[in-house]
């Protein structure tokens, strides 16, 4: 685990000790992280998240939807310290945790937190934003139709979805992929991070936003027979 760890964080490791060591005792207090999963921070959490920075291109602005307790969007901060990175977290308590976490770290240059949901930040609605990212992140957040119609629209064109999964990736794809290209996806890529260097790799999936799709319509009002619109 040792060499994994400094393979994936280089000179960052003491930085990423540190935020372990905040999951294991800040993070379980606070009910961010069970109690169970403390021993595991590092191979289920740190590396499985840090692994995905080997899809994110150089320079990246990163939101990170759904972010918890910084899983994965505080440990590609980490990891990448030319990424700029959003933790978009709606919950109160846990977004208290995220700005403390930054704080601590050292890392207000690089990294924002955003409280509210995904599609708060992508309209603007909470009077900041709209956001927008060359890659949007999610880690254990919700099946992959739904987090296509949450998180594609705060991708720029181009730009794209990089969801943590787990065994169930190819089965989703498989599923949803229709509707991700009704959402303005591409096709849906399946991509192992980390081999050679975790075991095992971690498994994303990654679209493409191709095409912005705007929301749809209200229908028109029914007219009745003499031309004015029915009225309840």
């Known amino acids: 685990m040792a060499v994994a760890a400094r393979a994936l964080f280089g000179d960052r490791l003491d930085l990423a000790a ?13 009910g ?18 840090a692994a995905v920075a080997e899809r ?27 990424l700029t990175v959003t933790l978009i977290e709606p919950l109160a308590r846990r977004t208290s945790f995220l700005i403390e976490a930054v704080q601590h ?8 937190v955003f409280r509210g949901r995904a599609d708060e930040a992508a309209t603007g609605s909470t009077g900041v934003g709209p956001l927008s990212g060359d890659v949007v992140t999610a880690r254990a957040v919700a099946p992959l139709d739904r ?25 989703e794809v498989a599923e949803h992929a229709q509707t991700v290209a009704r959402l303005g996806g591409g096709e849906p890529e399946v991509h192992r991070c980390g081999e050679g260097v975790i075991d095992p790799p971690t498994t994303v999936v990654e679209i493409v936003r ?20 029915r009225r309840r």
């Open 18 to 30: 540190a935020y372990a060591e905040l999951l294991a005792t800040d993070g379980v207090v606070r």
């Open 32 to 49: 961010l992280i069970g109690p169970r999963e403390a021993p595991r921070i590092w191979d289920r959490h740190l590396l499985n998240c």
């Open 56 to 82: 994110i291109p150089d320079g990246a602005t990163v939101l990170d939807v759904g972010s918890g307790a910084g899983l994965p969007g505080l440990v590609l901060a980490i990891a990448r310290p030319d």
């Open 105 to 112: 770290l050292g890392l207000a240059k690089m990294v924002r």
């Open 147 to 171: 987090l296509s119609t949450w998180c594609l629209p705060l991708a720029v064109p181009g730009g794209r979805l990089i969801a943590l999964k787990g065994a169930s990736a190819a089965d």
């Open 210 to 229: 191709e095409r912005v799709v705007g929301p749809a319509r209200p229908k028109a009002p029914k007219r009745s027979r003499g031309g004015r619109s």
